[in-house]
């Protein structure tokens, strides 16, 4: 969901000695891992010398942006090619891509672990929701690197000169009057900062939970689209409005990492988005405003089902690979307890990989961190079996659990694109979205009648 990365990058080796093999017979194995292109995954890479001195494993790292990312992989297992060993992806993709058997399943994996090594990775340890996010049928098929809900960031200072207090649940109501009262367009501060690239995992998931809080939903339980419903348009309405009046300028160009840049440069008041960004927010070395920033939960509107997302990116073993025992020492080093340990004494606990085991939010180092009890809530408050205020026939919050939602989030996020730039009617975008919506009920044979 976090469309990360520019350009792709070259393929990057990890650094290392060779220790004692992990396994029999893995020293002098390296592996591929194809993954997105973020700070996290950066430092997964610059770290795996550790996990080659410790196994004798080198590891190589193809960064890609998660649109390129998918459609290497999905080329690759197609072909049974089997040039990635380890892939990253997402809660999204990954119970479709365990039922079409591109990965491997992992439970049969740590079934063959001895006693001891169970109780040192310590799986029930990994949140349970994120857990569920990434299976198929009760199947575990991708281990979490990091997790995310949705959080609100805020600067404390320029709140303060306002005389403005930012409540730790806001609603959407007043973060808009807070907006209007801090823009200062003169001053480079935007009111808020917002995505506007067109993208199911770009401006659609930020937009999607507005749909949920505001009442609304993609189809009713006989797969009916109901895009133009009064909630629905609201919601359309509230985004644009925002975005509009009090975002950035040319925000139809930007998506996660455009967003951070302009809030960590001092152009923003407030932004809303992955509660992943609070470490590298927080960090003097990548932020200008790390001592200025505030943590609120997502916002609500009428309701507070689906108001904050629940992602993940993960670690997979393609099935396809030829190296499938050393690819699954490498992801039981890169989400175990010791990986995070590791981030926090090498590079400091705001820069610990976010959302996936209990045992970081009882670490007291990683407490200390302001936005550690709102992520972890949010994480655990998020439902995707119940995203909305009415019954739907999916799952999933800021996005749909089906197939065609991919095509279908990109082309309503085109249509919102549409709207920010003031090239749509709110009116037009919904009677638009309806119809795209309509179609994919009817194609996929899910509607009822």
Not at 409 to 434: H, N, P, T, Y
């Amino acid at each position: 969901m976090l469309a990360v990365g520019s350009a792709a990058a070259p393929l990057l080796s990890a650094c290392g000695g060779s220790g004692g093999a992990a396994g029999k017979g893995m020293a002098g194995t390296t592996l591929t891992v194809a993954t997105v292109s973020n700070s996290q995954m950066e430092d997964m890479q610059s770290l795996a010398g550790h996990f080659t001195e410790k196994t004798g494993i080198r590891v190589n790292f193809l960064f890609l942006p998660e649109n390129d990312l998918r459609q290497r992989v999905t080329q690759d297992v197609a072909m049974n090619a089997g040039n990635f060993d380890i892939v990253t992806i997402g809660s999204y993709d990954t119970p479709f891509w365990g039922r079409y058997q591109w990965l491997e399943p992992l439970d049969p994996l740590f079934s063959q672990m001895s006693r001891s090594e169970r109780e040192r990775y310590d799986l029930e340890d990994l949140l349970k929701p994120i857990r569920t996010i990434l299976s198929h049928k009760d199947q575990l098929f991708a281990l979490p690197f990091y997790a995310e809900s949705s959080m609100l960031f805020y600067r404390k200072d320029l709140l303060e000169q306002a005389n403005l207090k930012m409540p730790e649940r806001p609603k959407w109501d007043q973060v808009r009057g807070f907006a209007e009262k801090l823009d200062n367009p003169e001053g480079d501060v935007h009111g808020i900062i917002l995505r506007g690239l067109p993208g199911w995992g770009a401006n659609m998931a930020p937009f999607d939970t507005f749909i949920n809080t505001y009442g609304g939903r993609w189809y009713n339980l006989d797969w009916e689209p109901q895009l133009t419903s009064p909630e629905v348009k609201e919601a359309i309405r509230a985004y644009s409005t925002l975005a509009r009046s009090y975002g950035q300028p040319g925000i139809t160009s930007d998506n996660f990492p455009e967003c951070e840049n302009s809030f960590t440069s001092g152009s923003g008041a407030i932004w809303y988005d992955a509660t992943s960004a609070a470490g590298y927010l927080s960090d003097p070395e990548t932020s200008k405003v790390a001592d200025k920033v505030g943590f609120a939960y997502g916002p609500t509107a009428v309701t507070p089902h689906g108001a904050h997302w629940l992602w993940s990116w993960a670690l997979g073993i393609e099935f396809s690979s030829r190296k499938k025992d050393a690819a699954f020492e490498f992801l039981k080093w890169a989400t175990s307890k010791e990986y995070i340990n590791l981030v926090g004494r090498e590079l400091g606990w705001v820069r610990v990989p976010p959302g996936t085991r209990r045992s970081t939010y009882e670490n007291t180092k990683y407490k200390e961190n302001p936005w550690a009890e709102i992520e972890i809530k949010s994480i655990e408050d998020a439902d995707p079996e119940r995203p909305t205020r009415d019954p739907v026939p999916y799952t999933g919050i800021q996005y749909i659990g089906i197939p065609e939602f991919q095509q279908l989030g990109d082309e309503v996020g085109r249509m919102l694109a549409g709207v920010l730039a003031g090239q749509m009617s709110i009116d037009d975008m919904a009677g638009q979205a309806q119809q795209a919506a309509l179609e994919v009920a009817r194609q996929g044979e899910y509607l009822k009648t």
